[in-house]
């Protein structure tokens, strides 16, 4: 098989068209990874005496396939993230994302601190419209922290 140029001059990218149909058969597979997942990483701040963040609507299906704590300044609370449906108000009761230990706001600063999931696999589902919440059990008056959710696209 001969070589084809192609792109002429000193410019050439590209030796052959197989070389060429390689390098789109990587990139598609990196853009691929890249899209895989959908990462939100919302900032929990210091609040006199919100308790109740809507963090996410869907506008499509996703599966919820982890959930971290990264505390900035620790207090002693714990937080539920949780799935909301229509216009239900994210309540800690109702559709629980994560274990019963939920998220411990009483963290060593800027650890990671990975939240066991819910073995329920339906309550890690999100159906276009569906919301994820985050539910504190006392309002961040000296804490604050980043909660981390990755999702894939089902």
Not at 24 to 32: C, G, R, V
Not at 105 to 130: E, F, K, M, S
Request: charged share 15%; net charge positive.
């Amino acid at each position: 098989m001969t070589q084809q140029v192609i792109v002429a001059g000193n410019k050439q990218g590209f030796g052959t068209a197989r070389k060429l149909r390689a390098a789109l058969s990587k990139a598609d597979t990196n853009f691929t990874e890249v899209n895989a997942d959908v990462v939100l990483a919302i900032p929990i701040s210091l609040h006199a005496s919100k308790v109740i963040y809507n963090m996410f609507v869907a506008r499509r299906a996703y599966q919820v396939t982890q959930i971290d704590w990264v505390g900035d300044i620790a207090q002693a609370i714990t937080g539920t993230v949780v799935k909301a449906i229509g216009t239900a108000t994210p309540a800690s009761t109702t559709t629980p994302m994560h274990t019963a230990a939920g998220v411990v706001c009483n963290t060593t600063a800027h650890t990671v601190l990975p939240i066991a999931l819910t073995g329920t696999a339906a309550d890690l589902l999100l159906a276009a419209g569906d919301r994820v919440g985050f539910v504190l059990g006392a309002a961040l008056t000296s804490g604050s922290g980043t909660l981390v959710i990755r999702m894939k696209r089902v």
